[in-house]
């Protein structure tokens, strides 16, 4: 049976699908998933209970700033094929990377409650992306992060 594509990442090519945060093919990785909610970018993901930071009931923060890490990226993607006006195709799809990531722990997060990370498309400036991700869990923004996406040349 065919695969059934829709969040950001299942358009990443094969050979950007590793990624311990975001690649649909690792197998030990999070494999989180973005999609488009209006003009933000939501993900939604329950980390497993051995994600500990120091504390039994608090999330590691390692953890988060992946979180953050991985959507920005799929986000900064996601708005540059907007921008072009093109469809998402794994022919397609841009490939980001990190060049910058700030991370404000504002509230400890709760290991065990859903964790929503909500993105925001702050600036596109030719190959740079600036994306805003807001960490949320049991209603509290438990986290705020910036990241700075370039697009690798390779991919122009
Ligand atoms: C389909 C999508 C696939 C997504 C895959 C999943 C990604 C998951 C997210 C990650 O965790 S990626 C892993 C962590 N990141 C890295 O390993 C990246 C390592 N760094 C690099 O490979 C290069 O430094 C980088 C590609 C980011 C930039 O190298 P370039 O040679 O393309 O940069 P260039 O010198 O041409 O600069 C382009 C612009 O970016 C700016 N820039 C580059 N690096 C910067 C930096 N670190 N901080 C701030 N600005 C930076 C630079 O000043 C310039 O600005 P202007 O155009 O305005 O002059």
Not at 10 to 36: A, T
Not at 61 to 72: E, K, N, V, Y
Not at 124 to 144: N, P, Q, S
Request: glycine share 10%; charged share 25%; aromatic share 8%.
């Amino acid at each position: 049976m065919e695969d059934k594509l829709e969040a950001f990442q299942d358009f990443y090519p094969d050979d950007y699908s590793h990624c311990y945060g975001c690649g649909r093919l690792n197998e030990h990785g999070m494999q989180i998933k973005s999609y488009w909610d209006g003009e933000e970018s939501v993900c939604r993901i329950h980390p497993r209970d051995y994600y500990t930071g120091g504390m039994k009931h608090i999330v590691y923060g390692g953890l988060i700033a992946s979180l953050i890490d991985c959507h920005a990226a799929g986000t900064a993607a996601a708005a540059k094929i907007k921008e072009l006006g093109q469809e998402m195709t794994r022919e397609t799809m841009p490939r980001f990377v990190t060049a910058n990531l700030n991370v404000n722990f504002k509230a400890p997060t709760p290991i065990g409650a859903e964790i929503e990370l909500r993105g925001k498309v702050l600036e596109i400036k030719g190959r740079k992306v600036t994306i805003g991700v807001d960490l949320i869990a049991e209603g509290v923004v438990c986290a705020e992060g910036q990241a700075l996406m370039i697009q690798v040349k390779e991919t122009l």
